[in-house]
């Protein structure tokens, strides 16, 4: 059997003073690797010194990492697809660490950052990365402990099944949800997180990115568990008319009257938006069930990756 094709995706953008060293480091590692450098329309010297260290460089003018990301996944072909950011913050030997859980039967692997000193990773990132992992924990009711980060190892059948949609920093949330949602078997590696070198910056708006990060979630969490997400403001607009009613309910059983039509009006038209969530929630369901299915049966159509048979020389 052929020893499986690997291939180590950086997407980039303005990543000149890393991303020769990147490439290196990771050909380096995973000698038997492609490595592809997708730039996204930089305007510095990234294309060319990425082509120069032997990467194959493809440009997508496109905006947003998650448009990179989306070309990366539908342009490449490979047995085990390794993700890694372009700004040399990654162990480039770790890489061989996550292709093996993949060919030990995980369809996603995520290296979990362990940051090796205080200036790679602040406080208020580390802050913001927990709380929206345990809040995607609990929408989705699995446990995760990095869902923001860039380095990351998948199963073709995984990358060939992943319908992206976003556009920016938030398709880490997307790949983390389509892993979740197909209960696909999933591993974390805890792996160094290094600062950035001297001349590199950040893409990252922290405030910006995070809001939309938490706005893909509760996206998502709508999209794929609908009764729970319309559910609960069906709920909520439940619990509200009743309060409302309770005074014109009491007036009414000792005078006869309803003299507060206004709020008669108000809480009858909050009853009748909560009949509609729960409606829109339970018909929503049947099309995520739908489209659950399709995606599902997109993972199936691929094989798992297949370990290479030991030659004689190896040994059992």
């Given amino acids: 059997m052929t020893s499986p094709r690997i291939a180590v995706l950086v997407p980039c953008y303005n990543e000149a003073p890393t991303v020769e060293k990147v490439v290196v480091d990771f ?52 047995d085990v697809y390794l993700l890694v950011d372009g700004d040399d913050t990654y162990s480039a030997g770790h890489g061989p660490l996550l292709v093996e859980q993949v060919m030990a039967g995980h369809d996603m692997v995520v290296s979990v950052r362990e940051a090796t000193d205080t200036s790679a990773y602040r406080s208020g ?46 398709i880490e949330t997307e790949l983390t949800v389509h892993a979740l949602e197909l209960h696909m078997p999933v591993a974390e590696v805890t792996a160094p997180y290094k600062e950035r070198p001297d001349g590199s910056a950040s893409k990252l708006d922290t405030w910006r990115d995070g809001f939309r990060i938490l706005r893909t979630m509760l996206t998502l969490f709508a999209r794929e568990r609908p009764v729970a997400f319309y559910g609960t403001i069906g709920a909520a607009l439940l619990a509200l008319a009743a309060v409302l009613s309770v005074p014109l309910l009491i007036t009414y059983a000792q005078t006869g009257l309803v003299p507060r039509f206004p709020t008669a009006i108000l809480t009858a038209a909050l009853l009748v938006m909560s009949a509609l969530s729960l409606l829109v929630g339970v018909i929503l369901d049947s099309v995520t ?12 159509r691929w094989p798992a990756p297949a370990r290479p048979e030991p030659t004689p020389a190896d040994g059992p």
């Fill in 27 to 78: 050909r380096r590692a995973l000698p038997g690797a492609i490595v592809h450098v997708f730039d996204n329309d930089s305007e510095d010297e990234t294309a060319r010194l990425a082509r120069n260290a032997g990467a194959r460089v493809q440009v997508v003018s496109a905006r947003g990492k998650g448009h990179v990301v989306r070309r990366l996944f539908a342009d490449v072909e490979a």
């Fill in 125 to 170: 990132h580390a802050f913001g990365n927990r709380a929206l992992t345990g809040f995607l924990a609990w929408l989705f009711g699995r446990p995760c402990r990095d869902i923001l980060s860039g380095y990351r190892a998948f199963s073709r059948r995984f990358v060939k099944s992943f319908p992206s949609q976003s556009s920016g920093f938030e």
């Fill in 289 to 300: 069930r739908g489209r659950r299915e399709l995606k599902a049966l997109a993972y199936l």
